[in-house]
Structure formats: C-alpha cells, structure tokens
C-alpha cells in the first residue's frame, strides 16, 4: 500500500495565505533550515516570455515549498506560473494543448531501476499530471552505475528516491509510491484509475500479473530493456483478448512463474527479450552470470535513453498519436556505425555567371529579346513569342502558372509588360506597327500581335535603355518623400497607356499595406499547394539552372535569413505551424520591407477582361521604368488574393483561409482606392536603397506557339 507523503513530497505553503503563514515563518525559522529564495529572478522570466501571461498569471501568490529529507525550503511561484514558465522549453515539440491533455495523463511504473529514467524523462517533460510508483528494494551502491540517484540516497527505498527527485523538479505533480511494490495479491489496487502501466521489474511472476491486470483493466502496457534500446508496447487497450508478451510465453500462469528457480526461468526471459536480437556482448555475458560476474550488465546511457523512449511512447498514446502492439529497437552503437559525412550546402558562385549576353544584330531578333525581358510572377515568363518577318506574336503558355495568376491575369499582365518592351525595341528599331490584342478567336492563346512595320516613336525609343536596366531591387529602404516631379511623372506613364496609378505616400497606409502582406504571405507559406509553388519558383546557384525562377541572391538576405529560408523551404514545418494556428511571423521580412518603402504605387484598371489585365502590364513596365529613371528601386508586391475577384475565386486560392483572404482583399483595394468596376494590375513599392546584388535572367525566345485547353 502507498506510503506516508511526507516522506517524497513537499509541502507547499501559499504567502499569501494566513493559515499558512505561520507555518511558512516557523519553517523558516527552525533550527538548520537552509531557505533558498530566487522568487525575483523567476517573476522577471515569467514576465518576460513571449507571449507574455494573463496578468492574473503574474499576480498569483508565491509559494514555499518544504522539503523535509533536505531540511530545506524554497520559494517559488505558484503552480500556473510554475508551470508556464518551466515548460516553456516544450513549445512546440509539444503543443499547448497538448500539454493539456498530458496533464490528465495518470502513469504507473512498476521498478524504480530503469522505472527512475522513465519517471524522470514524464517529469522533466510534464507528461503526465499523476504518476504511481512501485518498487520494494532499496538503492545499493551498484545501482548508481544506471540509477540517476546519488549517495544520499543509498539505504532508500527506490520508489520513494524517484519520488524525491520528481519532487525537487516539480512539486506540482501527483506523486505517490507503494514502498512495498506490487503483487499478484496488490496489482488490481495499484493499477486502479492509471491510464497506462510501465513495467520494468525484474520478477517474472510480477511481470505476468501486471499484464493480466492490465489486460482485464483494457490498459496499455510498455516495457523497456536497456540492450539494444529494446522497447515493448502491449495496446490491451485496443486488444483486450492479445496475449500476453505477444504471445512468447504462451498463456503462463503468474502462480507458476513463481514457483520457478531463477535458472528455470532464464528461458522464459531469453524468449521475452528474443535472445536472438541481444547483442553480442549481452549473451556472451549471460554465459558469465555466476561465474566471473554476479549479475547482467546494464550501461546508464542505454537506460537513460530507454526512458526518453517510453516517455515518447507515453506521449503518443496520451495524445491519441498511433501506436500499435510490438516491439522496436533504438540501437545506439547500431546507428553510430552509420555516421557519414554530411552533405554540405553549396558553396561560393564562381563560374555560375554567363558570358555578357551579345545584342542581336537582327532588328526583329533584338525586338523578341527585348520582350522576353519583362518581369512576371516568379520570373515564370508565362509566354511564347513568335516573330515572323510580318509580326511578332505573343502567346500564353498556361504551363507557366501557379494558383495566384487567377484566371491568367496575372499571365496577361505580365505579356503586357513584354509587349510594352517590344515596342519600345521596334521604335528604336524603325519596326514600329500596329498592335492588336486577341485577334485570332480561333487561337484563344494567341495574346497580342505586333506587326512590324516602318515607323518609330521618339517618347518610346527615349525609353530603351531604362528598359534594358529595368530590374528588380528587394533591398530595405530609406523613406524619403517622393518628389513631385517623380509622383507627376509617374501618373503621366500610367495614362499613355489607357490606365491610372494610385499613389500611397501616407507612413500609415504604407504600414497599413504592410500588415495586409505580411497576414498574405502567412497564408502563401501555410497552404500546401501555395507554399510548394512559392517554393518552387525559388533557384539556388551551384544547384539550378537560373534561366527561370528567382534566384535566391535576389532576396537580398544575409546568411542567417538564407539559413532560415531553408527551414521555411520545408513544407512539412509548415504543415505544423498551419495545425498549431502558429506562424504569426512568416510574413514578418515582407512587412518590414514594405514599411521601408517611399511610396506604395498601384496601376488600376478599368474593367476585368483579359485585355484590360494586359494594358495593365504595359502600364506597369513603364511606370517601372519611368520610377528607375527617377533614381527609386522597384520591387513588386503581389499578395496571394491579389487576381481572386470574386469570393469563389479566394476560396479556391486556399480554402482554409478564405474568409482572411477575403479581409485582406477589401482593405487592400480600400488602400488603393480601387472602384467595384476596376482592378489591380499590379502594386509597386519604391524605395531608395543600393542597387540589386543580381539581376534575374531570361529564358530565350521560343518559336514554336503553345495550345490552350483552358
């Protein structure tokens, strides 16, 4: 039966409390009572955990808590701040609410050798909120080869010193030991109320009753045996008619077992721990026993991890995690003999650079490459471009998409921008003609044709060499005011190509915009199907080809940012933090450099049609161009509800977080000023910073059209 408390537990005493005051002042004031108070030190950590605790947390009343084998007492905060701030480290290997739920968890373990590492690992981790310990001997000097206990502790019962080391932890937690351990007469009473049962005794006999207890009870049942990290799970849970020990032993009766000679029952064991998976040095041992040493060897390592491995076990079963009956082996030696040499990351850039790209020679050829150097959503350069002798056309390639270019606008914006470049190129050239957008209905890619004439534009070709530099810049800026010569010109770029800009200034909406972003490229890296394209558009050099894609120089980070984009790459880290309702963060880089911005500027169309959608990206390269030429870097902002216009639209964009998307949607055409008939081409953000580390390249133009099924 359980022993007297005050032997393993300590008594805790609230400050504030006046029936416990005097106790609190008479404690302190015994005779060679060590009193340790680091009350201050724990309420400034508290205070200053992110996020930071309900103020009722950190007006709770301390405590004392007494601890009579010490003769000692300290003071501590009280058990919600305790608690908060000592499994702080646990987040998010284990979740809030997880931790919740563990904390109903009531544990059994019976044998307190290996059994003090399992009760150890449950309480540093607070995986369970009651734990029942049971073991009749006492700890010798040889148990400390493998028992986390000290000298202090040798002559103690060894339940009694996991109880105490539970205790010095965490005070909290529901501790109570059966001193005697347990018999086939005992194990009903001990097992009464537990959720889950460890057993790591070395009796035979104790070993079946607890599992015919357990099996009558429908508890699970785990066992581990520190050689070759051997760790058992039994689900009678799940299994109330599974044999015992997985049916090794037959059905034994526990009676039986007893009565056995300790070399009668070596069989029996050698079957239960599969004699023929021990390690060598375990059987080449068991052939000693009696002979040149008294007992089986056992290593404190291989037991301290055997209780990290049950308390993983008990963690999944606590949270409802799968885990079936059987049996597996965490061989450390076995896994050191895989050490390799790691695969390290990509090294410096040389030789990834081309060769200075030669300018054709050929006037048509020169015009093709010029439109081919129009920005588009994640350098995918969604066209296919054929010149003739007659014409240049443009086609959409649909296999160049992602599931932000709703309905190809995004696509259409961006064949905009290379037909503004293209013309820009035949006006220098002398090969100025007429354009039409979407003449061939029997060729619904076909999306504009230029056809190459005599003329020339001077206002155009003046615009040639802003076009060959144009680039993107994603450096943090400086805010400056925006001249108005600037802001004039910028409106002016906008209305000779049919469209209109609206120009964001105000510090309050640039940060206004900013929280919209960064709340959208939340959403771009937590939805699977927007994070693996997201991803997929990024290019490392020394790995990928860089014709395509961003490369990942152009994001301007420093080595910490690029070793923490890796982690972001993962998409299973993502798939957590969406299930954690985490993630608050993600879009914290976006934030900061649209908040750096001088201006937030925006081209507005007048309607939605596809050729609205390319006037719009005309619009966009020459405000880009005309910004450049005012000596302001450019970078383009294109939240992921950008081109979703109609609700059904966002929900397809990623239905889990359709309502958001439709928030950010309304203040983002709010802050722009967007009328119900009109749409967004694109936004840009203007900055004053250094100029860009690299600059995207170009695939070269093709020649053969693509067919759209869609």
Not at 131 to 157: H, K, M, Q, Y
Not at 168 to 179: A, F, G, K, N
Not at 551 to 570: H, M, T
Request: proline share 6%.
């Amino acid at each position: 039966m359980p022993v007297h408390d005050n032997d393993y537990t300590a008594t805790l005493l609230d400050e504030e409390s006046p029936t416990d005051a005097p106790q609190i002042a008479a404690i302190r004031e015994g005779v060679g009572v060590r009193c340790h108070d680091e009350l201050v030190a724990q309420r400034a950590a508290l205070g200053a955990l992110v996020p930071a605790p309900h103020p009722s947390v950190l007006r709770e009343s301390a405590r004392w808590a007494y601890y009579p084998w010490r003769r000692a007492v300290v003071r501590i905060l009280g058990p919600t701040g305790y608690r908060l701030l000592r499994l702080d480290r646990n987040r998010n290997k284990i979740t809030d609410e997880e931790q919740r739920r563990l904390a109903e968890l009531q544990v059994g373990i019976v044998g307190l050798s290996v059994g003090h590492a399992v009760a150890l690992a449950l309480t540093l981790e607070s995986s369970v909120g009651a734990i029942r310990l049971a073991d009749f001997d006492v700890l010798e000097l040889s148990n400390l080869n493998r028992v986390p206990a000290t000298v202090f502790d040798l002559g103690l019962n060894k339940a009694i010193a996991a109880a105490r080391r539970i205790a010095e932890i965490d005070p909290y937690l529901q501790v109570s030991v059966w001193r005697d351990g347990v018999t086939a007469e005992t194990v009903g009473a001990f097992l009464e109320g537990l959720d889950l049962v460890i057993e790591e005794c070395d009796s035979l006999d104790v070993k079946v009753a607890v599992r015919e207890e357990a099996r009558r009870r429908r508890l699970p049942v785990l066992m581990e045996t520190s050689d070759r990290g051997l760790i058992d799970v039994e689900r009678y849970d799940l299994e109330p008619d599974r044999a015992l020990f997985h049916g090794l032993l037959g059905e034994r009766d526990g009676a039986e077992l007893s009565r056995l000679s300790a070399r009668d029952k070596i069989p029996h064991i050698l079957r239960i721990l599969g004699a023929a998976d021990l390690s060598t040095r375990m059987v080449a041992s068991l052939v000693e026993v009696g002979s040149t040493i008294s007992t089986w060897p056992q290593l404190g390592g291989d037991v301290l991890l055997g209780g990290a491995s049950v308390a993983a076990a008990v963690r999944r079963i606590g949270l409802g995690r799968p885990l079936p009956s059987g049996r597996v082996r965490i061989d450390l030696d076995e896994r050191l003999d895989d050490v390799r040499a790691p695969l390290t990351e990509p090294g410096g850039h040389a030789g990834l650079e081309p060769p200075a790209e030669t300018p054709p020679t050929d006037g048509r050829a020169a015009v093709a490459r010029a439109a081919c150097l129009a920005p588009s959503g994640g350098n995918a350069q969604p066209w296919r471009m054929v010149t003739t002798p007659d014409e240049l056309r443009l086609y959409l390639d649909p296999d160049r998409t992602t599931a932000m270019d709703v309905r190809y606008r995004g696509s259409h914006v961006a064949i905009g921008a290379a037909l503004f470049n293209a013309r820009v190129a035949a006006a220098t050239q002398g090969l100025l003609g007429r354009v039409d957008l979407f003449g061939d209905v029997t060729t619904p890619a076909l999306v504009a044709t230029m056809a190459f004439g005599s003329g020339t534009d001077p206002v155009l070709a003046h615009r040639f060499d802003g076009m060959i530099r144009r680039g993107t810049n994603r450096r943090a800026g400086s805010p400056r005011p925006l001249p108005v010569a600037a802001r004039e010109a910028l409106a002016g770029a906008a209305r000779a190509e049919g469209v209109r800009l609206t120009i964001v200034t105000e510090r309050s909406a640039i940060d206004s915009a900013a929280m919209v972003f960064a709340a959208a490229e939340r959403i771009r890296f937590l939805d699977p199907r927007l994070h693996a394209e997201m991803i997929g558009e990024l290019r490392w050099p020394g790995v990928d080809r860089l014709e395509t894609g961003i490369d990942v120089r152009s994001l301007e980070l420093d080595d910490a940012d690029l070793s923490a984009l890796r982690v972001l790459c993962r998409a299973d880290a993502m798939d957590a933090l969406a299930a954690w309702g985490l993630g608050q963060s993600l879009g914290a880089a976006s934030r900061d450099r649209i908040r750096s911005s001088s201006a937030l500027v925006a081209v507005v169309v007048n309607g939605t049609e596809p050729a609205d959608f390319v006037r719009g990206g005309s619009a966009v390269e020459s405000v880009w161009i005309t910004a450049e030429d005012h000596g302001m870097a450019v970078q383009p902002i294109s939240p992921v509800f950008l081109y979703g216009l109609e609700q059904d639209e966002l929900a397809a964009l990623a239905p889990a977080y359709k309502a958001e998307l439709a928030v950010g949607s309304g203040t983002w055409r709010e802050l722009f000023q967007v009328g119900g008939s009109e749409a967004l081409a694109l936004v840009l953000r203007l900055s004053h910073c250094a100029s860009a580390s690299v600059r995207s390249r170009r695939r070269p133009p093709t020649t053969d059209p693509p067919v759209l099924t869609s």
